[in-house]
Protein backbone atom coordinates (compact mmCIF):
# COMPACT_ATOMS: atom_id res chain seq x y z
CA UNK A 1 0.00 0.00 0.00
CA UNK A 2 1.67 3.17 -0.96
CA UNK A 3 1.75 6.18 1.58
CA UNK A 4 2.38 10.11 1.08
CA UNK A 5 5.57 11.57 1.73
CA UNK A 6 4.27 11.88 5.50
CA UNK A 7 4.01 8.46 5.82
CA UNK A 8 0.15 8.75 6.05
CA UNK A 9 -2.10 6.30 4.17
CA UNK A 10 -4.29 8.62 2.44
CA UNK A 11 -7.91 8.34 2.97
CA UNK A 12 -11.23 9.75 1.55
CA UNK A 13 -14.42 10.28 3.87
CA UNK A 14 -18.13 9.47 3.76
CA UNK A 15 -19.64 11.15 6.40
CA UNK A 16 -18.08 9.59 9.70
CA UNK A 17 -16.36 6.84 8.08
CA UNK A 18 -12.86 7.20 6.34
CA UNK A 19 -11.68 4.51 4.34
CA UNK A 20 -8.19 4.28 2.84
CA UNK A 21 -7.13 5.09 -1.04
CA UNK A 22 -5.14 1.89 -2.07
CA UNK A 23 -2.97 3.14 -5.09
CA UNK A 24 -3.41 -0.06 -6.88
CA UNK A 25 -4.85 0.26 -10.44
CA UNK A 26 -8.24 -1.76 -9.62
CA UNK A 27 -8.71 0.73 -6.82
CA UNK A 28 -7.48 3.96 -7.86
CA UNK A 29 -9.16 3.15 -11.53
CA UNK A 30 -12.46 2.17 -9.87
CA UNK A 31 -12.59 5.34 -7.58
CA UNK A 32 -12.38 7.64 -10.64
CA UNK A 33 -14.84 5.54 -12.36
CA UNK A 34 -17.31 5.61 -10.03
CA UNK A 35 -17.17 8.77 -9.50
CA UNK A 36 -17.09 10.35 -12.85
CA UNK A 37 -17.69 8.36 -15.69
CA UNK A 38 -17.88 4.64 -16.05
CA UNK A 39 -16.69 4.72 -19.41
CA UNK A 40 -13.13 5.58 -18.65
CA UNK A 41 -12.23 2.19 -16.46
CA UNK A 42 -12.83 0.19 -19.64
CA UNK A 43 -9.62 0.64 -20.97
CA UNK A 44 -7.55 1.45 -17.56
CA UNK A 45 -9.41 -1.04 -15.06
CA UNK A 46 -11.84 -3.20 -16.95
CA UNK A 47 -12.55 -5.28 -13.72
CA UNK A 48 -13.77 -2.30 -12.18
CA UNK A 49 -15.81 -1.04 -14.96
CA UNK A 50 -17.51 -4.90 -15.33
CA UNK A 51 -18.29 -4.50 -11.25
CA UNK A 52 -19.59 -0.60 -11.36
CA UNK A 53 -21.80 -1.17 -14.78
CA UNK A 54 -23.21 -4.10 -12.34
CA UNK A 55 -24.05 -2.47 -9.94
CA UNK A 56 -25.33 0.58 -12.07
CA UNK A 57 -25.74 -0.74 -15.46
CA UNK A 58 -24.89 2.38 -17.27
CA UNK A 59 -22.61 1.99 -20.75
CA UNK A 60 -21.69 5.50 -20.94
CA UNK A 61 -22.30 8.99 -18.60
CA UNK A 62 -22.22 10.10 -15.34
CA UNK A 63 -22.56 7.82 -12.32
CA UNK A 64 -25.92 8.43 -11.38
CA UNK A 65 -25.55 8.70 -7.55
CA UNK A 66 -21.64 9.12 -7.48
CA UNK A 67 -21.40 9.67 -3.82
CA UNK A 68 -22.52 5.82 -3.11
CA UNK A 69 -20.78 4.65 -6.19
CA UNK A 70 -17.48 6.10 -4.97
CA UNK A 71 -17.87 4.73 -1.61
CA UNK A 72 -18.55 1.36 -3.13
CA UNK A 73 -15.46 1.30 -5.36
CA UNK A 74 -13.28 2.86 -2.25
CA UNK A 75 -14.69 -0.37 -0.01
CA UNK A 76 -14.53 -3.58 -1.88
CA UNK A 77 -14.60 -2.96 -5.88
CA UNK A 78 -12.94 -6.13 -5.67
CA UNK A 79 -15.31 -8.33 -5.02
CA UNK A 80 -17.39 -8.92 -7.78
CA UNK A 81 -20.70 -10.55 -5.86
CA UNK A 82 -21.78 -7.40 -3.89
CA UNK A 83 -25.02 -6.22 -5.80
CA UNK A 84 -26.06 -2.77 -5.91
CA UNK A 85 -29.36 -4.20 -2.99
CA UNK A 86 -25.97 -4.84 -1.05
CA UNK A 87 -24.97 -1.36 -0.98
CA UNK A 88 -28.25 0.76 -1.39
CA UNK A 89 -28.23 3.68 0.13
CA UNK A 90 -24.58 4.14 0.49
CA UNK A 91 -24.65 2.37 3.67
CA UNK A 92 -21.76 0.76 5.03
CA UNK A 93 -22.54 -2.64 5.70
CA UNK A 94 -21.07 -5.38 8.35
CA UNK A 95 -17.72 -7.62 6.87
CA UNK A 96 -19.61 -10.99 5.60
CA UNK A 97 -19.93 -13.26 8.19
CA UNK A 98 -17.59 -16.73 7.66
CA UNK A 99 -19.56 -19.23 5.81
CA UNK A 100 -20.75 -21.75 8.16
CA UNK A 101 -19.13 -25.16 8.32
CA UNK A 102 -21.45 -27.89 6.93
CA UNK A 103 -23.37 -29.67 10.65
CA UNK A 104 -21.89 -32.92 10.71
CA UNK A 105 -23.94 -35.72 10.17
CA UNK A 106 -25.48 -37.59 12.86
CA UNK A 107 -24.53 -40.72 11.51
CA UNK A 108 -21.06 -42.17 10.06
CA UNK A 109 -21.12 -44.93 7.48
CA UNK A 110 -18.52 -47.89 7.68
CA UNK A 111 -17.43 -50.42 5.24
CA UNK A 112 -15.72 -53.52 4.90
CA UNK A 113 -15.86 -56.87 5.61
CA UNK A 114 -16.39 -59.15 8.87
CA UNK A 115 -13.52 -61.36 10.31
CA UNK A 116 -14.80 -64.23 12.33
CA UNK A 117 -12.38 -64.51 15.32
CA UNK A 118 -11.63 -67.52 17.52
CA UNK A 119 -11.98 -67.24 21.14
CA UNK A 120 -8.28 -67.16 21.38
CA UNK A 121 -7.99 -64.32 18.87
CA UNK A 122 -6.92 -66.01 16.24
CA UNK A 123 -8.40 -65.23 12.82
CA UNK A 124 -10.70 -67.89 11.35
CA UNK A 125 -10.90 -65.81 7.82
CA UNK A 126 -14.06 -63.76 6.06
CA UNK A 127 -17.68 -64.41 6.28
CA UNK A 128 -18.96 -65.53 3.03
CA UNK A 129 -21.09 -65.41 0.05
CA UNK A 130 -22.67 -67.72 -1.25
CA UNK A 131 -25.00 -67.90 -3.96
CA UNK A 132 -26.94 -70.80 -1.40
CA UNK A 133 -25.61 -71.16 1.93
CA UNK A 134 -25.49 -67.35 1.70
CA UNK A 135 -23.53 -65.54 4.39
CA UNK A 136 -23.58 -68.48 7.54
CA UNK A 137 -20.10 -69.60 7.57
CA UNK A 138 -16.53 -68.67 6.41
CA UNK A 139 -15.12 -68.15 3.15
CA UNK A 140 -12.62 -70.85 1.82
CA UNK A 141 -12.59 -69.64 -1.65
CA UNK A 142 -11.42 -66.79 -3.37
CA UNK A 143 -11.94 -63.01 -2.90
CA UNK A 144 -15.27 -63.44 -5.33
CA UNK A 145 -17.16 -65.15 -2.69
CA UNK A 146 -16.28 -62.81 0.64
CA UNK A 147 -19.45 -60.41 1.82
CA UNK A 148 -18.75 -57.10 1.47
CA UNK A 149 -20.84 -55.24 4.35
CA UNK A 150 -21.98 -51.49 5.08
CA UNK A 151 -23.61 -49.87 8.06
CA UNK A 152 -24.07 -46.92 9.74
CA UNK A 153 -23.68 -45.62 13.15
CA UNK A 154 -25.21 -42.72 15.06
CA UNK A 155 -22.28 -39.89 16.53
CA UNK A 156 -23.39 -41.04 19.73
CA UNK A 157 -22.65 -44.44 19.30
CA UNK A 158 -25.51 -45.96 21.12
CA UNK A 159 -28.22 -47.72 19.28
CA UNK A 160 -28.71 -51.08 17.44
CA UNK A 161 -27.42 -51.69 13.85
CA UNK A 162 -28.12 -53.12 10.66
CA UNK A 163 -25.98 -54.29 8.62
CA UNK A 164 -26.05 -54.42 4.66
CA UNK A 165 -24.37 -57.13 2.22
CA UNK A 166 -22.70 -54.81 -0.18
CA UNK A 167 -21.93 -57.34 -3.23
CA UNK A 168 -24.54 -60.02 -2.92
CA UNK A 169 -23.96 -63.30 -4.32
CA UNK A 170 -27.51 -64.51 -2.65
CA UNK A 171 -30.81 -63.79 -4.08
CA UNK A 172 -32.50 -60.75 -1.93
CA UNK A 173 -33.49 -59.94 1.06
CA UNK A 174 -29.78 -58.65 1.81
CA UNK A 175 -29.76 -57.88 5.45
CA UNK A 176 -27.52 -59.98 7.80
CA UNK A 177 -28.80 -60.86 11.06
CA UNK A 178 -31.23 -64.37 12.60
CA UNK A 179 -33.63 -66.04 10.76
CA UNK A 180 -35.39 -68.24 13.41
CA UNK A 181 -36.92 -67.19 16.85
CA UNK A 182 -36.52 -69.73 19.42
CA UNK A 183 -35.83 -68.70 23.01
CA UNK A 184 -31.98 -68.35 24.08
CA UNK A 185 -31.20 -67.78 27.99
CA UNK A 186 -28.77 -69.54 30.32
CA UNK A 187 -29.28 -73.24 30.55
CA UNK A 188 -31.10 -73.77 26.97
CA UNK A 189 -29.10 -75.72 24.36
CA UNK A 190 -31.44 -73.84 21.50
CA UNK A 191 -29.52 -72.29 18.71
CA UNK A 192 -31.17 -69.07 16.10
CA UNK A 193 -29.88 -69.63 12.59
CA UNK A 194 -28.18 -66.89 11.10
CA UNK A 195 -28.65 -65.79 7.08
CA UNK A 196 -30.10 -62.63 5.26
CA UNK A 197 -32.93 -61.52 6.50
CA UNK A 198 -35.38 -58.30 5.76
CA UNK A 199 -34.63 -55.25 7.78
CA UNK A 200 -36.40 -54.87 10.91
CA UNK A 201 -36.78 -52.16 13.57
CA UNK A 202 -34.79 -52.01 16.18
CA UNK A 203 -35.57 -53.88 19.76
CA UNK A 204 -38.22 -56.14 17.06
CA UNK A 205 -38.58 -58.95 18.09
CA UNK A 206 -38.43 -62.12 15.54
CA UNK A 207 -40.70 -60.60 11.95
CA UNK A 208 -42.28 -63.19 10.11
CA UNK A 209 -40.96 -63.20 6.68
CA UNK A 210 -41.93 -66.22 4.22
CA UNK A 211 -40.63 -69.61 6.13
CA UNK A 212 -37.84 -67.44 8.32
CA UNK A 213 -38.61 -64.73 11.15
CA UNK A 214 -36.17 -62.27 10.95
CA UNK A 215 -34.37 -59.98 12.92
CA UNK A 216 -31.56 -57.39 11.17
CA UNK A 217 -31.12 -54.59 14.06
CA UNK A 218 -29.15 -56.92 16.54
CA UNK A 219 -25.57 -55.62 16.25
CA UNK A 220 -24.00 -53.14 18.00
CA UNK A 221 -20.30 -51.82 17.18
CA UNK A 222 -16.91 -50.93 18.85
CA UNK A 223 -15.07 -48.76 17.00
CA UNK A 224 -12.22 -49.33 19.21
CA UNK A 225 -12.07 -52.94 18.87
CA UNK A 226 -14.03 -53.16 15.56
CA UNK A 227 -15.86 -55.92 16.95
CA UNK A 228 -19.55 -56.21 15.58
CA UNK A 229 -21.84 -57.75 18.71
CA UNK A 230 -25.07 -59.49 18.48
CA UNK A 231 -28.01 -58.88 20.68
CA UNK A 232 -30.74 -61.53 19.81
CA UNK A 233 -34.60 -60.02 21.03
CA UNK A 234 -36.44 -63.12 22.04
CA UNK A 235 -39.91 -63.53 20.89
CA UNK A 236 -41.09 -62.26 24.36
CA UNK A 237 -39.61 -59.26 23.75
CA UNK A 238 -36.56 -59.74 26.38
CA UNK A 239 -33.12 -59.52 25.17
CA UNK A 240 -30.77 -62.20 25.12
CA UNK A 241 -26.98 -62.94 26.15
CA UNK A 242 -26.21 -63.88 22.80
CA UNK A 243 -23.37 -65.64 21.69
CA UNK A 244 -21.43 -66.33 17.96
CA UNK A 245 -20.92 -69.81 17.82
CA UNK A 246 -18.81 -71.20 15.07
CA UNK A 247 -19.02 -75.41 14.04
CA UNK A 248 -15.93 -75.90 12.21
CA UNK A 249 -16.29 -79.15 11.38
CA UNK A 250 -19.68 -77.91 9.34
CA UNK A 251 -18.49 -74.72 8.78
CA UNK A 252 -21.98 -73.63 10.12
CA UNK A 253 -22.19 -70.14 12.25
CA UNK A 254 -25.66 -69.41 14.20
CA UNK A 255 -26.25 -67.92 17.53
CA UNK A 256 -26.54 -69.36 21.13
CA UNK A 257 -27.45 -67.79 24.35
CA UNK A 258 -25.56 -70.49 26.92
CA UNK A 259 -23.15 -72.51 24.65
CA UNK A 260 -21.97 -74.90 27.69
CA UNK A 261 -25.46 -76.09 27.49
CA UNK A 262 -25.47 -76.66 23.76
CA UNK A 263 -22.09 -78.65 23.13
CA UNK A 264 -23.34 -80.57 26.75
CA UNK A 265 -26.81 -81.63 24.35
CA UNK A 266 -24.83 -82.71 21.68
CA UNK A 267 -25.30 -85.69 20.78
CA UNK A 268 -21.65 -86.05 18.06
CA UNK A 269 -18.57 -84.44 18.56
CA UNK A 270 -19.70 -83.28 15.26
CA UNK A 271 -22.21 -81.10 16.31
CA UNK A 272 -19.99 -79.26 19.21
CA UNK A 273 -19.10 -75.49 18.12
CA UNK A 274 -16.73 -72.77 19.51
CA UNK A 275 -17.52 -69.19 20.89
CA UNK A 276 -16.31 -66.69 18.21
CA UNK A 277 -16.35 -62.56 17.51
CA UNK A 278 -16.72 -60.75 14.24
CA UNK A 279 -14.66 -57.77 13.47
CA UNK A 280 -14.88 -55.34 11.06
CA UNK A 281 -12.18 -55.08 8.59
CA UNK A 282 -10.78 -53.17 5.61
CA UNK A 283 -11.34 -54.28 1.89
Not at 211 to 224: F, G, K, L
Request: aromatic share 8%; net charge neutral; proline share 10%.
Amino acid sequence: MRTSALGVTPTFHHGAIAFPLVSRPLYSSGVRCCAGKLDECTTTCPRAAAIATKVWPHSSGLCPEPDKCLWYAAIDISNPSLTRSSIAGGKRLASPSPSPSPSPSPWQKHSGRIQVVSSDGDPLGYLRNWETGSVNGVNFDGADTELHVSFTVPHSGKGMLSILATNPNFAAPYYIGTTSNATLAPGLPTIIQFGNVEKTPSLSPPVPNGNQTDESAIWTYNPTTNELKAHYVNPDGTFANTTIAYNIRNNSIFFVGDIEAFNNAATSPDYLASPVTFHLATL
